[in-house]
């Protein structure tokens, strides 16, 4: 089984002088298991600053298990994960930092129903961070605007569609200032009308310069704003290219039969 990994010399010789040059996330040999079944085997990734990867694959392939190890919402048991130059290991303050530079977008947009918009967006700041309400408030206002929906902020989830929804989702993890934004399957979930508006925001994000790694289908998000595309399938990353080479010369038989499926 090959995997054509992009390999860590790329970060070059420069970028070791400067410590946050250095890549972003830095995954060597992941394997992940869940009791007897193989999850995640072998896994190398390289995210440096700055880029936009977009994962994508069949269901079950691995690819919410491999982002989610970046923040420890799952355990890997073999190899190394570095993130923001912090190795993740059983430490739980090294957990609670990198979970700092970490925010992370998910399918269902699991925000508090019970709170408004703006509490949603500064419950963590407020308590986790330690913000003065007032200006968790200002910060929370800044990145509604944003996402284009601060009218909405007195409102409840419920109150709000789908779109709109996972746009707060965004504005709440962005209020946590992370260095990098992990997204699992952001549009899946909402009504096809409902789905630019957040590949909007998402890549207004790219263009600010945010380092994002984005497990998706959106095939028009992958070529307008990846660098780089990389397929899954059975817990391997099979192969990686840019958007273009990526989607128009696939390498292996079941990258090409996965494009089959999806474009
Ligand atoms: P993808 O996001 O690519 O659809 P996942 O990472 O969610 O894939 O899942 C990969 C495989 O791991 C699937 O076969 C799934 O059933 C299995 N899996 C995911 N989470 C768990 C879990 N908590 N316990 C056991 N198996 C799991
Ligand atoms: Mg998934």
């Given at each position: 089984?090959?995997?054509?990994?992009?390999?860590?010399?790329?970060?070059?010789?420069?970028?070791?002088?400067?410590?946050?040059?250095?890549?972003?996330?830095?995954?060597?040999?992941?394997?992940?298991?869940?009791?007897?079944?193989?999850?995640?085997?072998?896994?190398?990734?390289?995210?440096?600053?700055?880029?936009?990867?977009?994962?994508?694959?069949?269901?079950?392939?691995?690819?919410?298990?491999?982002?989610?190890?970046?923040?420890?919402?799952?355990?890997?048991?073999?190899?190394?994960?570095?993130?923001?130059?912090?190795?993740?290991?059983?430490?739980?303050?090294?957990?609670?930092?990198?979970?700092?530079?970490?925010?992370?977008?998910?399918?269902?947009?699991?925000?508090?129903?019970?709170?408004?918009?703006?509490?949603?967006?500064?419950?963590?700041?407020?308590?986790?961070?330690?913000?003065?309400?007032?200006?968790?408030?200002?910060?929370?206002?800044?990145?509604?605007?944003?996402?284009?929906?601060?009218?909405?902020?007195?409102?409840?989830?419920?109150?709000?569609?789908?779109?709109?929804?996972?746009?707060?989702?965004?504005?709440?993890?962005?209020?946590?200032?992370?260095?990098?934004?992990?997204?699992?399957?952001?549009?899946?979930?909402?009504?096809?009308?409902?789905?630019?508006?957040?590949?909007?925001?998402?890549v207004?994000?790219?263009?600010?310069?945010?380092?994002?790694?984005?497990?998706?289908?959106?095939?028009g998000f992958a070529r307008q704003v990846a660098?780089?595309?990389?397929?899954?399938?059975?817990?391997?990353?099979?192969?990686?290219?840019?958007?273009?080479?990526?989607?128009?010369?696939?390498?292996?038989?079941?990258?090409?039969?996965?494009?089959?499926?999806?474009?």
């Amino acid at each position: 089984e090959t995997s054509a990994h992009i390999s860590a010399d790329e970060n070059g010789a420069a970028d070791m002088m400067d410590p946050n040059a250095g890549p972003a996330v830095e995954m060597r040999g992941v394997n992940k298991w869940f009791g007897e079944f193989h999850v995640l085997r072998d896994i190398n990734l390289n995210v440096r600053r700055g880029e936009r990867i977009v994962v994508c694959g069949p269901s079950g392939s691995g690819k919410s298990t491999m982002i989610r190890c970046i923040n420890r919402l799952e355990e890997h048991q073999k190899g190394d994960i570095i993130v923001d130059g912090i190795e993740l290991t059983n430490d739980l303050k090294k957990i609670d930092e990198i979970r700092r530079e970490v925010g992370m977008v998910f399918q269902h947009f699991n925000l508090f129903p019970h709170l408004t918009i703006l509490e949603n967006c500064t419950l963590a700041p407020i308590w986790v961070r330690k913000m003065p309400k007032r200006e968790a408030e200002e910060a929370a206002m800044h990145y509604l605007e944003r996402v284009k929906i601060p009218e909405q902020a007195n409102k409840y989830p419920g109150q709000l569609s789908g779109g709109q929804q996972q746009r707060v989702a965004i504005a709440r993890a962005l209020c946590m200032n992370p260095r990098i934004m992990l997204f699992d399957e952001p549009t899946s979930a909402l009504d096809p009308e409902m789905i630019k508006e957040v590949l909007d925001v998402m890549v207004d994000l790219a263009k600010s310069g945010m380092t994002m790694l984005v497990v998706t289908h959106e095939m028009g998000f992958a070529r307008q704003v990846a660098n780089r595309v990389i397929f899954m399938d059975a817990g391997q990353i099979v192969e990686q290219n840019e958007p273009e080479q990526f989607f128009t010369n696939p390498q292996h038989d079941r990258t090409k039969l996965f494009l089959s499926q999806i474009l």
